[in-house]
């Protein structure tokens, strides 16, 4: 599965040189298939580097940066790739994810 189509990639970009400062509303959203890590992602910098919010299924969802390319290659068992949710619909900035997540132990949908 692409994890970035051109227009998601456009508009991560966007996010990070319009206002470093800002609480955007997610634009993506990855996870594994086999396990408990997501990722929503709401800036990426040119070099794929994205900023969001981070849960690899440890309890301990946070913020941070996370690679594309590091994401694209890992494979997880009987060839499993990380997927982009195609139903993810954000209504909210990333703080308020953060505040549920955090309260919950993992990313949820609010």
């Known amino acids: ?14 996010n990070n040189v319009e206002a470093r400062e800002a609480d955007h509303i997610p634009v993506v959203k990855w996870f594994t298939p086999w396990a408990n890590a997501t990722w929503l992602v709401t800036e990426m910098e040119p070099d794929g580097r994205c900023f969001g ?5 440890q309890g301990t969802p946070e913020l941070g940066y996370v690679s594309v390319e590091e994401l694209e290659s890992i494979k997880g068992p ?8 195609l139903h993810f619909r954000p209504t909210r900035p990333l703080s308020e994810y953060t505040y549920a997540a955090r309260a919950a132990g993992r990313i949820v949908e609010i």
């Open 1 to 14: 599965m692409i994890l970035l189509t051109p227009e998601l990639r456009a508009q991560l970009i966007r």
């Open 53 to 57: 919010l981070c849960d690899v299924g």
């Open 78 to 85: 009987f060839g499993l790739t990380i997927e982009r949710d």
